[in-house]
């Protein structure tokens, strides 16, 4: 018999990543049935998800082995109290890469001052602010996870020192690894630039608060294409106004989107970007579902499994 898939994820996904799927499936050699809806609940045995799909009730779904999300956050899945089954959070490669883009391109946005040559007024001839060399600056990383790792090697490609910091020591080759309080205190102390791309659970939130902005480096910036409520805004706003931080790139809020009358948008120090720093691309991530998929068929433990206790 056909492997019952759902596929549950808006209309627009299913008609990008239907082809993509069937001809991923016969190329693996699985004889999958990919549908778009079911009658028969608990004859499935994977779904394919977006938390902005149809399917919102998955008690029924009793018999399914894998909810294969597509996106990369999953505290929008783990809201929803009836999905209780094994969930793998998406870990694309084609999304690392776009989020490389942002992150380094914002991290040189920093670095060589341009939102002061963008703001200066004509004839304002400010040639006292050439940018240190890359290797004289650090750039820390809250959250060295499959995003987070990935832009701080294209960082460091391109010479600048890169911290890391995440909630179990790492070792790697190029990135300087910290974990713990005292972990957090000097990747806080030693960063130029301050990229954070930790998940939003219990324990991050609110993690750039007065308190730790306060153990900064003066004249830091933050960007910030994690989550939204990592920062206590009203802080961030003060350090950005008494001078203590530079500027910051915010791609996230705990209000998506954007409110017109926040502050951050015209704030002179700040750019915001609407949740674009990277998304799942096509053909990369149907790789990975099919891999996931395939794995379950063959009795391997799968890829990317949520830790529901440490949510995420
Ligand atoms: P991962 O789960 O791979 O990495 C998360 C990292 O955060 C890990 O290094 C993890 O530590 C660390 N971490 C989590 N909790 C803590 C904690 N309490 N203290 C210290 N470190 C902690 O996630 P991804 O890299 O795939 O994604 C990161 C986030 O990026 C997503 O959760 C999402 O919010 C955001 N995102 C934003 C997008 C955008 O367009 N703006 C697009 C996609 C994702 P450890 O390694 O020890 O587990």
Same mark, same amino acid.
């Given at each position: 018999?056909?492997?019952? #898939? ?5 209309? !627009?996904?299913?008609?990008? *990543?239907? &082809? ?11 004889? #999958? ?12 045995? *994977?779904?394919?998800?977006?938390? $902005? ?32 089954? &094994? ?14 883009? *942002?992150?380094? %391109? ?6 060589? %001052? ?7 007024? &004509? %004839?304002?001839? =400010? $040639? ?11 750039? %820390? ?8 790792? *990935?832009?701080?090697?294209? #960082? ?10 995440? =909630? ?16 957090? !205190? ?18 991050? +939130?609110?993690?750039?608060? !007065? +308190? ?47 409110? !017109? ?17 990277? +998304? ?9 579902? #099919? ?22």
């Amino acid at each position: 018999m056909a492997i019952p #898939v759902l596929f549950s994820a808006p209309a !627009a996904s299913w008609e990008s *990543y239907a &082809p993509f799927l069937k001809d991923l499936f016969a190329k693996a050699g699985l004889d #999958v049935n990919l549908v778009q809806s079911t009658d028969n609940p608990d004859e499935v045995k *994977y779904i394919i998800y977006a938390p $902005n799909g149809p399917v919102q009730d998955f008690a029924p779904f009793k018999n399914v082995k894998l909810i294969q999300s597509l996106w990369a956050g999953v505290e929008t899945a783990l809201q929803n109290k009836t999905l209780t089954q &094994p969930l793998a959070r998406m870990v694309d490669p084609g999304m690392s890469e776009g989020m490389a883009d *942002y992150v380094l %391109g914002h991290v040189m946005r920093h670095h060589l %001052g341009i939102a002061l040559h963008a703001s200066v007024q &004509p %004839g304002e001839w =400010r $040639n006292d602010t050439a940018a240190p060399l890359a290797r004289n600056r650090t750039v %820390g990383f809250l959250g060295i996870g499959a995003l987070g790792m *990935y832009c701080a090697h294209a #960082v460091a490609k391109q010479g600048f020192n890169v911290l890391g910091w995440s =909630r179990n020591l790492k070792s790697d080759d190029i990135v300087d690894c910290h974990a713990g309080p005292d972990g957090f !205190a000097q990747v806080l102390g030693q960063s130029d630039i301050l990229v954070l791309l930790l998940p939003d659970t219990a324990d991050t +939130e609110n993690l750039i608060n !007065a +308190e730790t902005i306060a153990q900064m480096k003066d004249g830091a910036a933050i960007i910030n294409p994690g989550r939204g409520p990592l920062i206590d805004d009203d802080a961030l706003l003060a350090a950005m106004d008494s001078g203590k931080l530079s500027g910051a790139t915010l791609d996230v809020f705990r209000t998506e989107p954007l409110p !017109a009358n926040n502050p951050y948008w015209t704030h002179p120090k700040v750019l915001v970007t609407p949740h674009i720093a990277s +998304e799942t691309r096509l053909e990369t991530s149907a790789a990975v579902v #099919v891999e996931n998929i395939e794995r379950g068929e063959a009795g391997k433990p799968f890829l990317h499994l949520v830790d529901r206790e440490a949510g995420y």
